[in-house]
């Protein structure tokens, strides 16, 4: 099937294209491995499900820009859209992520100040009138406290 010169343009550009979409789903996904700390069973999942999802997109891309038929210069512009996005692109989105992270770990700071002052003053006065209720609670964990270190040092004896 011979294509037109613009219709190859428009393939290569939307391949690029896919790179560049590529490259900004990968940052999104390296943002939320590196801010949650995910163990090594989990970064595996999640590089397997990334590289999934970039697979479907790549091939809804090449589907949708040239019916199907795989041409060489498509993936050269998966690759070419991948490496400019992380060249030029990738710094930038990383430090708006840390800032939208830097937002809303903001937010809920400023919220549970929020809340924390009525919940103080309402711990203070439901626990005014029971202050012997707060001494006997308080015996209570001290005593659970160093139980649970005497039973976790006869654990660790008997390994």
Same mark, same amino acid.
């Given at each position: 099937?011979?294509?037109?010169?613009?219709?190859?343009?428009?393939?290569?550009?939307?391949? #690029?294209?896919?790179?560049?979409?590529?490259?900004?789903?990968?940052? #999104? !996904?390296?943002?939320?491995?590196?801010?949650?700390?995910?163990?090594? *069973?989990?970064?595996?999942?999640?590089?397997? *499900?990334?590289?999934?999802?970039?697979? #479907?997109?790549?091939? #809804?891309?090449?589907?949708?820009?040239?019916?199907?038929? *795989?041409? =060489?210069?498509?993936?050269?512009?998966?690759?070419?859209?991948? =490496?400019? !996005?992380?060249?030029?692109?990738?710094?930038h989105?990383?430090?708006?992520?840390?800032?939208?992270?830097r937002?809303?770990?903001?937010?809920?700071?400023?919220?549970?100040? *929020?809340?924390?002052?009525?919940? =103080?003053?309402?711990?203070? =006065?439901?626990?005014?009138?029971?202050?012997?209720?707060?001494?006997?609670?308080?015996?209570?964990?001290?005593?659970?406290?160093?139980?649970?270190?005497? !039973?976790?040092?006869?654990?660790r004896?008997?390994?």
């Open positions: 099937m011979i294509l037109s010169v613009s219709n190859q343009t428009f393939i290569l550009l939307a391949s #690029i294209y896919g790179g560049l979409l590529l490259g900004l789903v990968f940052d #999104i !996904y390296r943002f939320f491995r590196n801010t949650f700390k995910f163990g090594k *069973v989990t970064t595996v999942i999640g590089d397997i *499900v990334f590289w999934t999802a970039g697979l #479907i997109l790549i091939l #809804i891309i090449i589907y949708r820009s040239s019916s199907g038929l *795989v041409r =060489v210069y498509q993936l050269l512009g998966f690759s070419m859209g991948m =490496v400019a !996005y992380m060249k030029l692109l990738s710094r989105t990383q430090k708006l992520l840390f800032m939208f992270k937002c809303i770990t903001g937010f809920a700071y400023a919220f549970i100040k *929020v809340i924390r002052g009525p919940a =103080v003053w309402a711990s203070n =006065v439901l626990w005014k009138p029971c202050r012997g209720a707060k001494k006997a609670a308080g015996r209570l964990l001290i005593k659970m406290k160093q139980d649970t270190q005497k !039973y976790m040092l006869l654990i004896k008997k390994r």
